[in-house]
């Protein structure tokens, strides 16, 4: 079977891995270099305790005290656009507790074996930076922790095996002798990971074009035709022949499908990143600040501070300086030395659109009227922690053309 992936970022290319392992020729396209997209700029989290979706009771409180606020950590911004408004009608009506609590479970199962399965792409061969120390929370106070507790607590009782470990902040201090002094409370959990997003690009690009995946880059994709049982794709040089396709094509997944008649609910949530090099101890834990709600991810040569979900936004390439300022100044009650001083430490600035769903739950499944034909996006704040097990369910689908049970909440019937 001839498989065409459109859009290789995290989520297409480790589709492209998933099927090609199972034996399938598969196609990955994409309209610049892999490396460069959200799946790029992220703070490489792999944190099954926070795969919770941001429709919750209160948080449209939380994005409408922001909304103005240029440096809101969630911003929710007034628009006239109808596919907006009824976006943001749907978010509100996910956030009723009932249907949270099921998107908590749909997502604790899709997570079932995410940590098992970077160890498999690691084992097979693909070179990438990953992460195991866990996650410290940190706050200012008791009362900044609550929020993630809070989400820890409610996982438990769903079957949930991670653990938690509340630190004071001088614990916390003996534990990361990087977290500062403005730390009074903190807790730690082991489960979660992180991952340098970058070299996992790098690293599955080079694995699936060793396995035979060929890889197309710099080549957008104008168009998808279904032609007598298979699909023809319409690059501007040339068109490739595909029995399946898989369209990941993250915040612009629309331009593909919706001239087919299928118009997802996903919109761009744009956040920012920058990496600083070079000035004091790096942490040895990816460390989530929960006051101003930011991340920040220490690498081997580099320390990533990544935050903001500015709704809506089409708008990738703008990086205002006042934003990243704010970030880094934000990061300092934090960190002992960690804080840049003079703009020399200022190192690469990243935008990227997050593709988000009213209810944060991915579209994972076949588009509906259309057969051979797949899309895998809308992971919003999760792409890089569900990519392996979105893969895995879709190389299920495509291989078996049976949905696994996991994947049910996953399907757009009903969803668009
Ligand atoms: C600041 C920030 C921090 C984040 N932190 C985390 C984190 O710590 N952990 C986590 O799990 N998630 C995180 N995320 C979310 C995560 O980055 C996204 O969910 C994920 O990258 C989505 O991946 P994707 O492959 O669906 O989309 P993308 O990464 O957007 O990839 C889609 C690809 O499709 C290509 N494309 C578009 N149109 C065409 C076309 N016509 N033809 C061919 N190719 C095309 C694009 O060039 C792109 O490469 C963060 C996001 C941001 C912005």
């Known amino acids: 079977m001839t498989v065409a992936v459109i859009g290789g970022g995290v989520i297409g290319l480790n589709a492209a891995w998933s099927l090609r392992r199972r034996g399938e020729d598969v196609t990955v396209i994409e309209r610049g270099a892999i490396g460069h997209s959200a799946s790029a700029v992220n703070a490489g989290w792999i944190t099954p305790s926070l795969s919770t979706p941001l429709a919750s009771p209160g948080i449209l409180r939380l994005g409408l005290e922001h909304a103005f606020d240029p440096n809101g950590a969630v911003s929710i911004r007034p628009r006239l656009e109808t596919d907006w408004i009824r976006w943001l009608w749907k978010f509100a009506r996910a956030a009723r507790p009932a249907t949270y609590e099921k998107g908590v479970r749909a997502l604790l199962h899709l997570n079932a074996h995410t940590l098992d399965l970077f160890d498999e792409l690691h084992d097979d061969g693909v070179d990438f930076e990953m992460h195991s120390a866990g996650l410290l929370a940190l706050a200012k106070s ?24 509340y630190l004071s902040g001088n614990e916390a201090r003996q534990r990361d002798n990087a977290i500062g002094g403005g730390v009074h409370a903190a807790a730690h959990t082991s489960i979660d990971r992180h991952v340098h997003p970058e070299s996992l690009l790098y690293g599955l690009h080079k694995k699936i074009t060793e396995m ?8 957008a994709v ?4 279904p032609t007598s049982r298979k699909w023809t794709i319409h690059t501007p040089d040339t068109a490739i022949r595909a029995d399946q396709v898989i369209v990941a094509l993250g915040a612009a997944t629309n331009t593909l499908l919706a001239p087919l008649g299928a118009r ?4 761009g949530a744009k956040g920012y990143s920058v990496d600083l090099h070079n000035s004091g101890t790096p942490p040895r834990h990816s460390l989530y600040l929960m ?42 009650p934090y960190l002992s030395e960690r804080a840049p001083h003079t703009a020399a430490d200022l190192h690469p600035t990243h935008a990227g659109l997050r593709p988000a ?60």
Do not use: C, N
């Open 142 to 165: 008791t009362d900044g922790l609550q929020w993630f507790t809070q989400l820890f607590d409610q996982l438990i009782p769903m079957g949930f095996t991670g653990t938690i470990e």
């Open 357 to 416: 769903t009213p209810d944060s739950l991915p579209f994972i499944g076949p588009v509906p009227d259309h057969t051979g034909l797949y899309v895998a996006a809308g992971h919003g704040m999760l792409g890089v922690t569900l990519a392996p097990a979105t893969a895995e369910g879709l190389a299920e689908m495509l291989t078996t053309h049976r949905i696994p049970e996991p994947m049910l909440p996953f399907q757009l019937a009903g969803r668009i």
């Open 222 to 225: 104008e168009a998808i035709i």
């Open 264 to 267: 997802l609910p996903i919109v």
């Open 291 to 332: 006051e101003p709600k930011l991340g920040v991810s220490p690498y081997h040569d580099s320390l990533r501070i990544a935050g903001a979900f500015e709704l809506p936004s089409a708008d990738e390439t703008t990086i205002p300086t006042r934003r990243i300022r704010t970030l880094i100044e934000q990061t300092r």
């Open 212 to 219: 035979g995946v060929t890889v197309h880059e710099h080549t």
